[in-house]
């Protein structure tokens, strides 16, 4: 089958989540990844579950359908080495600092004098044009930044937190997976590459206010920031009687569906806090208050079946290891096993979307370090003497060097 991304050559300059995770997804549509490694290897290799050094689950999971190339770039055979890949790349993606890139002598102006085409796009902290503009950057740092930790204490007066999942490293992912695709297709109109910043800090402020500028939208202030919904203490799975259950009672339809598979219509038609979206929305506290009271009244399985028949959307709570369990990801084939080649059965989460015609798909197990150093090498001229020379110097390694 081919994949959307056939004949593409990616340069995959990242470590950690955000850029690997953004890479793995244009290989799984079927671009050339070369993940360039430094010696030693990305640092995420070394976390978490693992069978071998330098193979861990959260590598695994976000560095699948690429190729491994360790190079020395501080080197100068390494970096000529990494000019000569670059010639007839389609995509550049880094996430280090525009200023270590100067430092590495790979700035934009020196890519695109070797290839004036590439797209060259950077994932990182901050705009250039501000004063955070040499600041580094990680998930948690952002997410403090643009207030997810405030929100949640906004929402129930507790400490500020952040959430338990990199939000801002998997969300700037996909939105770089956008933009590259979207430079990709001006190019293919107009044979122009161009240069894409995208900014962690940036992205994340658009992403969150998005639901919580609220009545600063608007000059003068209309009201404070933060949506009251998504603020809302009883905002959470809701206590059944043994369990938990996450519901979404919303729209006009939901409400009166709910309350008649309740048999309290009426009582819907004489309370003025449900006439409409906005009026919930002005009492939504103490409306989800009695909602959260009234399903504690109910086993999950009861509530479950009731919302469904009404057409509610409605949901079990689970935990990660539940998850695996899901009746409806098992039945579309969600997760898979494979015999990884020096990891043994490992479990794959196939690609979320379903193409009629161009089905992206793994490509590739996540490499061993240096696993492909040799192969890329000679795809690019260098012959067996030069790479063992690199070898030897400490320029590339590979699992049997």
């Known amino acids: 089958m081919t994949k959307p991304l056939d004949d593409v050559k990616v340069v995959d300059l990242t470590n950690m989540l955000m850029g690997p995770y953004t890479t793995q997804i244009l290989g799984d549509m079927g671009a050339d990844v070369i993940k360039v490694e430094a010696p030693g290897g990305d640092p995420v290799r070394f976390i978490g579950a693992r069978r071998n050094l330098g193979m861990g689950a959260i590598y695994l999971n976000c560095n699948r359908s690429k190729r491994s190339l360790v190079l020395d770039l501080k080197k100068e055979e390494g970096h000529k080495a990494l000019?000569?890949?670059?010639?007839?790349?389609?995509?550049?993606?880094?996430?280090?600092?525009?200023?270590?890139?100067?430092?590495?002598?790979?700035?934009?102006?020196?890519?695109?004098?070797?290839?004036?085409?590439?797209?060259?796009?950077?994932?990182?902290?901050?705009?250039?044009?501000?004063?955070y503009a040499k600041k580094p950057a990680f998930d948690d740092l952002i997410q403090g930044a643009v207030s997810v930790p405030m929100l949640a204490n906004m929402a129930d007066g507790g400490a500020p937190r952040y959430a338990p999942s990199a939000i801002v490293d998997r969300a700037v992912a996909?939105?770089?997976?956008?933009?590259?695709n979207?430079?990709?297709?001006?190019?293919?109109?107009?044979?122009v590459g161009q240069k894409?910043?995208?900014?962690?800090?940036?992205?994340?402020?658009?992403?969150?206010?998005a639901d919580h500028l609220e009545g600063e939208t608007f000059i003068p202030s209309e009201g404070e920031a933060g949506y009251k919904r998504i603020l809302n203490?009883?905002?959470?799975?809701?206590?059944?009687?043994?369990?938990?259950?996450?519901a979404m009672v919303y729209t006009d339809r939901h409400w009166r569906?709910?309350?008649?598979?309740?048999?309290?219509?009426?009582?819907?038609?004489?309370?003025?806090?449900?006439?409409?979206?906005?009026?919930?929305t002005e009492h939504i506290a103490e409306i989800y208050a009695e909602l959260a009271e009234l399903l504690a009244t109910r086993t999950t399985g009861e509530w479950l079946d009731l919302f469904d028949k009404a057409d509610v959307p409605a949901m079990p709570l689970h935990s990660p290891e539940s998850l695996l369990e899901d009746d409806h990801l098992s039945a579309v084939g969600?997760?898979?096993?494979?015999?990884?080649?020096?990891?043994?059965?490992?479990?794959d989460m196939a690609v979320p979307t379903d193409w009629s015609e161009t089905q992206p798909e793994t490509s590739r197990h996540a490499p061993r370090l240096g696993e492909h150093s040799r192969e890329v090498l000679a795809e690019y001229g260098y012959s067996d003497p030069m790479i063992d020379a690199f070898f030897d110097e400490g320029i590339t390694e590979s699992p049997d060097r």
């Open 83 to 131: 000019l000569t890949l670059l010639k007839d790349a389609d995509i550049l993606v880094y996430n280090r600092r525009p200023q270590v890139m100067d430092r590495l002598g790979l700035s934009y102006d020196v890519v695109k004098k070797a290839n004036p085409k590439i797209i060259y796009a950077g994932l990182y902290g901050f705009g250039q044009d501000g004063p």
């Open 174 to 180: 996909l939105w770089a997976v956008g933009q590259i």
């Open 182 to 191: 979207a430079a990709l297709y001006y190019r293919t109109r107009t044979g």
């Open 196 to 209: 894409l910043d995208i900014p962690m800090f940036e992205m994340m402020t658009s992403f969150v206010l």
């Open 233 to 246: 203490p009883d905002r959470r799975p809701f206590p059944t009687k043994d369990g938990y259950i996450c």
């Open 257 to 280: 569906s709910f309350y008649k598979a309740l048999g309290r219509e009426q009582e819907l038609d004489s309370d003025p806090r449900f006439k409409s979206i906005t009026a919930r």
């Open 334 to 347: 969600f997760f898979r096993e494979f015999d990884h080649p020096t990891e043994g059965k490992i479990r």
